[in-house]
């Protein structure tokens, strides 16, 4: 199995800051992903991470607002840009394994002020 | 496209007592199903998942979903509820490289 670690584990930002989260993991992946957790909600998918190539968006994500890098097999960044209070939120970072096996890190979460 | 409904987003037993959270999918593709809990503040465990193979998975702590082509349905149940067991339940259907999750089941467990 895969281990998925994350950082920063939580951030307090101000309004207009962008914010970088590092997604590791420990053993050979094939896709990688990220999600996004408001409070008190379910988990929304905001785009796969891809090696070497632009990241692939669901539909109300854009690259401006969450640009995302993966420079090789087994780290993904996701920058969440000029935030608002709106962009709180827990964001977790996935990946899966070569028998297509989901883990899931721990998450990242944000507060907006 | 696949789509995933929680058809309870709060389940409240007795500790001792029977748990049942329903879950039903729709997928354009052979789907592969998966329960992950979410105790507060900690990250995703994978309960249980179905991949095409017997169509009753047994998962950990006890838990068990028995996968209905015919109502496109993978509720999850347990025997008998623990104390520990309260937590948020998410059903999710994968089919293809991403997965899309359901609401949320949250259960509590009374003394």
């Known amino acids: 199995s895969a281990v998925i670690s994350q950082k920063p584990s939580r951030d307090i930002c101000q309004r207009g800051t962008s914010l970088t989260i590092q997604c590791q993991v420990d053993s050979q992946v094939t896709m990688m992903f990220w999600y996004r957790q408001q409070p008190g909600q379910s988990l929304t998918l905001i785009a796969t991470?891809?090696?070497?190539?632009?990241?692939?968006?669901e539909s109300g994500f854009v690259i401006d607002k969450f640009p995302i890098s993966r420079p090789n097999l087994t780290f993904s960044t996701l920058t969440v840009s000029n935030m608002s209070p709106e962009d709180s939120s827990i964001y977790l970072c996935?990946?899966?394994?070569?028998?297509?096996?989901?883990?899931f890190g721990p998450g990242t979460r944000l507060t907006v002020l | 496209a696949q789509s995933v409904t929680q058809l309870d987003s709060h389940v409240s037993v007795s500790e001792g007592t029977p748990v049942l959270l329903r879950c039903n999918y729709s997928s354009s593709y052979s789907p592969s199903l998966f329960w992950y809990v979410q105790h507060p503040n900690k990250g995703l465990q994978l309960l249980l998942k179905?991949?095409?193979?017997?169509?009753l998975v047994k998962g950990i702590n006890g838990f068990e979903a028995e996968f209905k082509k015919s109502e496109t349905s993978f509720h999850l149940t347990k025997p008998s509820a623990h104390m520990s067991d309260a937590a948020e339940y998410f059903c999710?259907?994968?089919?293809?490289?991403?997965?899309?999750f359901g609401a949320g089941t949250r259960l509590t467990v009374k003394p």
């Open positions: 179905y991949t095409s193979a017997a169509t």
């Open positions: 991470a891809n090696q070497g190539s632009e990241a692939t968006y």
């Open positions: 999710v259907v994968t089919g293809g490289n991403d997965m899309r």
């Open positions: 996935s990946a899966t394994d070569l028998v297509y096996e989901q883990f």
